[in-house]
């Protein structure tokens, strides 16, 4: 389950949709996720690697979108013990300064090599994307959410 939901998620990120400055980040949500509730599963290797290949997909600077994954996973596995006593909203308000950090990290270096200013739809992407991690939390969590109620009526 983990590792399909990130790969099914993979394969909708090389859709062109991304080009858009707004766009939210599935991938990162996704795996950031997975780094909070399965981290021996899903790691900072996972984010780099996954990182990797978004650059190359995206043509861009190599190893900004992987340096930008790393950071989101390092944070969601330092808060990871934390996260797991709120529920997903509070998880979300506490990913919103992680993924606004990686993000802002990563357009000082695209700015700073292309010597101009993207402007601020990083933040409302990154915003975006922490505002989906409720839907993503209760996305991810339905097929497990199956096996535990089928528990707990047989006992």
Known sequence: MVWGSVLLVWLISLLP???????????????????????????????????????????????????????VAYGAVILHRRLQRFDLLSQAMHM???????????????????????????AVGAAITAALWPVAGWLLHLPTRGADDAESASV
């Open 17 to 71: 949709w991304r080009l858009w400055g707004q766009a939210p980040d599935i991938l990162i949500l996704v795996i950031a996720f997975w780094c909070v509730h399965e981290p021996r599963r899903i790691g900072m290797v996972t984010a780099f690697v996954f990182g990797l290949l978004m650059d190359v997909h995206d043509a861009g600077v190599l190893g900004g979108n992987a340096l930008s994954y790393t950071l």
């Open 96 to 122: 919103l300064p992680i993924f606004l950090v990686a993000r802002l990290v990563t357009i000082l270096i695209k700015a700073w090599i292309a010597g101009k200013w993207p402007g601020w739809d990083w």
